[in-house]
């Protein structure tokens, strides 16, 4: 009686469709570059919440904002001084009258302002200014 070679041949096809599938997950998991590419945007996570100058009652600016780098290595040094960058925020958007924050006009010229100083802090800290742009995403007085 003879044997049949139909199941290694089977087993060797089967193998090579799982073979060639991972290889196929893998390229779409990481584009070339591998990871994120740049230029690109980096998260002010979680929303920055402050106080604002209300003698009546208490009011707050919830704030939620982008990044915009040109690099990966400034992509790095935005992610390990972010506890620096929301201390500044922090300072820079508490107190402000809730009046004055409401107006667009003003928004834009503080969303200038701010990131004029995350470009001056980031250079005191790491040498470069880091940050290429601050978006506004979220702007919410209550």
Same mark, same amino acid.
């Given at each position: 009686?003879?044997? &049949?070679?139909?199941?290694?041949?089977?087993? $060797?096809?089967? *193998? $090579? $469709?799982?073979?060639?599938?991972?290889?196929?997950?893998?390229?779409?998991?990481?584009?070339?570059? @591998?990871?994120?590419?740049?230029?690109?945007? /980096? #998260?002010? %996570?979680?929303? *920055?919440?402050?106080?604002?100058?209300?003698?009546?009652?208490? =009011?707050? $600016?919830?704030?939620?904002? %982008?990044?915009?780098?040109?690099?990966?290595?400034?992509? =790095?040094?935005?992610?390990?001084?972010? #506890?620096?960058?929301?201390?500044?925020? /922090? *300072?820079?958007?508490?107190?402000?009258?809730?009046? &004055?924050? &409401?107006?667009?006009?003003?928004?834009? &010229? !503080?969303?200038?302002?701010?990131?004029?100083? !995350?470009? =001056? +802090?980031?250079?005191?800290?790491?040498?470069?200014?880091?940050?290429?742009?601050?978006?506004?995403? @979220?702007? /919410? +007085?209550?």
């Amino acid at each position: 009686m003879r044997r &049949q070679r139909t199941k290694p041949t089977a087993f $060797l096809t089967a *193998l $090579l $469709l799982i073979a060639l599938t991972g290889w196929h997950a893998a390229a779409w998991a990481a584009p070339s570059g @591998g990871g994120a590419t740049w230029p690109g945007y /980096i #998260p002010l %996570q979680p929303a *920055l919440v402050v106080n604002l100058d209300n003698p009546r009652r208490a =009011q707050y $600016l919830q704030l939620n904002a %982008q990044f915009y780098v040109e690099t990966a290595q400034e992509a =790095q040094l935005v992610e390990h001084h972010m #506890p620096v960058i929301r201390h500044h925020l /922090i *300072l820079f958007f508490g107190g402000r009258d809730p009046e &004055q924050v &409401q107006a667009a006009a003003v928004r834009e &010229q !503080l969303r200038t302002e701010a990131l004029e100083t !995350l470009r =001056q +802090v980031m250079t005191e800290h790491t040498g470069s200014p880091a940050v290429s742009g601050l978006y506004f995403t @979220g702007f /919410i +007085v209550q």
